[in-house]
């Protein structure tokens, strides 16, 4: 049993919804072009006939992946990959969908245009039905995305009927059929746990706010704008508030309706909170200057530590897509990459597409995201990192970037 990355650190100083067309077979399985071998083997997950390009956007933890994928300048579907087969989801009458998130029954959460007024509504696919969460919403872009526990609860950003194009968006909740405006006000959702619990921001004063069974509360800050991004089962919640500077933003953990300032990694003035385990595990960002990327840290019991032994003189991460239970990190550091107790993995490539991107990790460790080359539009591919056992030691292992060089 892999010890929590944290303690080694401190140690070290479905069925298709409306599906259309014949289910498609796995492609040929990729290796890693030219790089050092790593515990992970990529697969260029396959795509329905008419389909040229995808994205692959989430995977529960017994390996179904959701995303979408189109046609050169055309609509583009839901697709839900499940045992290397891939099933076009449909739409809700519309030309355009895409899935966001899929929880542990494979019930899959999205957004999709409806009939004439090509207007996005968020959807649930289940028992392979695809279900209008919000009929008659005109929600005027792509930014619904939804998230969905595994009680099938469904939260998104989105505009109230009657709104118009100008109107902000508020949060609002899917539960069993009944629809919650869950602030009454212009409002951005983040996250839902197992319990029902909802967190989020309003859009006017960005205070942040945490939502159960109908009783709202809004969270402290630490002297400035805050919004949070993840909440853990245990309803531990992570995110970002600006200090009484208003030019300095710290990570935060809010517990029992108090705030915890996380800090920064040193070399650094600002931070971000990312993700958060159910042991209470943090996942965060350290840097300077947020567009130009930043130093992924660990916090748990009052503790920060680098998610890198050598992270400041390691490249910077563009993004990160989150945090397993075990406390592996998958990112986008010029390419996709996995951190694993100090160790810094770079995902394998695909022939012909050098550039890739993490988009979510499970607990298993699979890793899902998009490659491409950069010199080719519409080159997009939807890749599954798989996980693969590995064992080395000290003398064989082919050295890692950035971090620790022994695996146990």
Do not use: K
Not at 122 to 144: I, K, R, Y
Not at 292 to 308: K, M, N
Request: glycine share 14%; charged share 10%; with cysteine.
């Amino acid at each position: 049993m892999r010890r929590p990355p944290f303690a080694a650190l401190l140690a070290a100083a479905i069925v298709a919804c409306n599906g259309s067309g014949t289910p498609t077979a796995p492609g040929a399985s990729a290796i890693d072009i030219g790089a050092p071998l790593v515990p992970y083997q990529a697969i260029e997950l396959p795509l329905p006939d008419g389909i040229v390009w995808g994205d692959a956007s989430a995977i529960n933890n017994i390996g179904q992946i959701v995303g979408f994928g189109g046609s050169f300048n055309g609509p583009y579907h839901a697709l839900l990959w499940q045992d290397g087969v891939v099933q076009d989801l449909g739409t809700l009458g519309g030309g355009w969908s895409q899935a966001t998130d899929i929880n542990e029954l494979g019930q899959v959460v999205g957004q999709s245009t409806t009939g004439l007024t090509q207007l996005w509504h968020p959807f649930l696919c289940s028992q392979g039905v695809m279900t209008d969460l919000h009929p008659g919403a005109p929600n005027f872009n792509e930014s619904v995305r939804p998230r969905v526990n595994n009680a099938g609860q469904v939260v998104w950003t989105g505009n109230a009927v009657g709104d118009t194009p100008h109107t902000p968006p508020r949060a609002w909740l899917w539960s069993n059929g009944v629809l919650t405006d869950l602030v009454g006000a212009t409002s951005t959702v983040a996250d839902i746990n197992e319990r029902g619990q909802v967190v989020g921001c309003t859009v006017n004063g960005r205070a942040a706010f945490f939502w159960e069974n109908g009783n709202l509360q809004f969270l402290p800050s630490l002297g400035g704008d805050a919004c949070p991004s993840r909440i853990n089962g245990q309803g531990q919640v992570v995110g970002v508030s600006h200090t009484t500077a208003p030019t300095v933003t710290h990570a935060v953990l809010w517990e029992d309706g108090q705030v915890t300032d996380l800090g920064v990694l040193a070399g650094d003035s600002l931070s971000a909170g990312a993700d958060i385990t159910d042991a209470g595990l943090v996942l965060g960002t350290s840097f300077n200057d947020r567009f130009a990327g930043g130093h992924p840290f660990f916090w748990q019991s009052g503790v920060l530590l680098p998610a890198s032994p050598t992270y400041q003189s390691d490249p910077l991460f563009q993004s990160l897509a989150g945090v397993n239970e075990g406390g592996m990190i998958a990112g986008t550091r010029g390419g996709a990459v996995v951190v694993e107790d100090g160790i810094t993995w770079v995902l394998p490539a695909i022939e012909g597409r050098p550039s890739s991107r993490a988009s979510a990790i499970n607990n298993g460790g699979d890793v899902v995201g998009v490659v491409s080359d950069p010199a080719q539009g519409n080159s997009h591919r939807p890749v599954l990192w798989r996980r693969t056992p590995f064992v080395t030691t000290l003398g064989t292992l082919p050295g890692p970037i950035g971090g620790l060089r022994s695996r146990r």
